[in-house]
Structures are given as C-alpha cells and as structure tokens.
C-alpha cells in the first residue's frame, strides 16, 4: 500500500515534513516510510506483550501503524505542541487509538517506568540521546527486563555514542535499501538490547 492508502485504513493524517520548531537541538518531524515500519513489524521483535516509546513520535505514525500491525502498545512522546496535538487529533480518528498514549513532553525528563522497546529516527541530538539513554538504562536497573532499542536511519554520531555503551548489545540490522531509489547505505533499522 502507499503512504496514503495507509493513512486512510488506520484513519490518521500522518504526511509531511515539517521544520517549525527545529533548532539544534530538536530536529524537523519526518514520518517514517510505511515500508520500512512494515519491516519491523514483521521481523517479530514487537508483539502484544511490548511497549514501546516512540522519541519524537510527531503526529504519531510509528504507534498507529506497530499498535495495528504487531499487537503492541505505543507511547508516542513528541516535543513540539503543535505536532502533539495533532497526534492527539489522529487518535481521536484512529481505526485502533486504545492502547496508544501521546505526551506533550521533553524526552530527557520522561520517565521509562514500564516500557521495553523504544523507537528512534533521529530525533533529537546525541547530547539529548545520551541523556534519554540514561533513563532507559536507570530503568532496566530499578526493573531489569529484556529492553530493545530500534534506530532508523542513524546518523553518524548516534552510532559512535551507541557503540560505546557497555550494557548495550547489537543484535541485527534490518536492511531497507531496497525499499528505495539509490541504495542509502542509512536505510536500515538497527535493533539494540539492553540486557
């Protein structure tokens, strides 16, 4: 299906780029591609049983779509209140929006508490990330629980900082290039695990 057929079935509005209110250290929402959340969706990483944190969820695509498709429960976090409510307006016309929470929220104050998967596509900065990673971490600490951790289209610096994470372990990478023109070597979903 295309971006707008999937919008349609799960009655969300969720296209777009935008740049309003992105400085450096928040960076412009961009959904990401359909194809590439069905990938994850069926690589068996996310069922019913998980919850996932979607960083900078925007209008809230990536909770829609993994809550329809792999059963799991989607906590969106989005920056921006404009962009936030929009999410909020999406989930009022959701095909599925229970079991789908949006917070207008810094993620470096959020806390983990229950969650055990977490979405990012570049979000925001590494000195942001380092500090949302330390929640995280904190939070397998206080309740140590099988964590994955999914990175679409990482930039260089996220990798350099993930790569030198003690407690974090490289499991696979989905390769998405050929979901796309040109062969970028970025479309890819890397799946971490904190254990």
């Known amino acids: 299906m295309t971006e707008e057929q999937w919008d349609k079935k799960l009655k969300i509005s969720t296209a777009g780029r935008l740049d309003a209110h992105a400085d450096q250290y928040h960076y412009p929402y961009e959904p990401t591609p359909y194809t590439v959340l069905e990938r994850l969706a069926e690589s068996g990483y996310l069922n019913k049983d998980n919850i996932l944190i979607d960083y900078g969820c925007g209008k809230g695509r990536v909770g829609f779509f993994l809550h329809?498709?792999?059963?799991?429960?989607?906590?969106?976090?989005?920056?921006?209140?404009?962009?936030?409510?929009?999410?909020?307006?999406?989930?009022?016309?959701a095909a599925k929006g229970n079991g789908i929470l949006f917070y207008h929220a810094d993620a470096?104050?959020?806390?983990?508490?229950?969650?055990?998967?977490?979405?990012?596509?570049?979000?925001?900065s590494v000195e942001i990330l380092k500090i949302v990673m330390g929640r995280i971490t904190e939070s397998y600490y206080a309740n140590p629980r099988k964590m994955r951790l999914f990175?679409?289209?990482?930039?260089?610096?996220?990798?350099?900082?993930?790569?030198?994470?003690?407690?974090?372990?490289?499991?696979e990478e989905l390769d998405c290039r050929d979901l796309f023109p040109g062969k970028d070597e970025r479309e890819r979903i890397l799946i971490f695990e904190l254990t």
């Open 151 to 171: 990175f679409y289209y990482p930039n260089d610096e996220y990798l350099v900082y993930l790569m030198t994470m003690y407690a974090l372990h490289f499991v």
């Open 108 to 124: 470096a104050e959020f806390p983990v508490e229950d969650a055990d998967c977490f979405y990012f596509f570049n979000p925001f």
């Open 68 to 93: 329809y498709a792999a059963g799991c429960k989607a906590i969106g976090l989005e920056y921006d209140r404009e962009i936030y409510l929009q999410a909020e307006k999406n989930k009022n016309s």
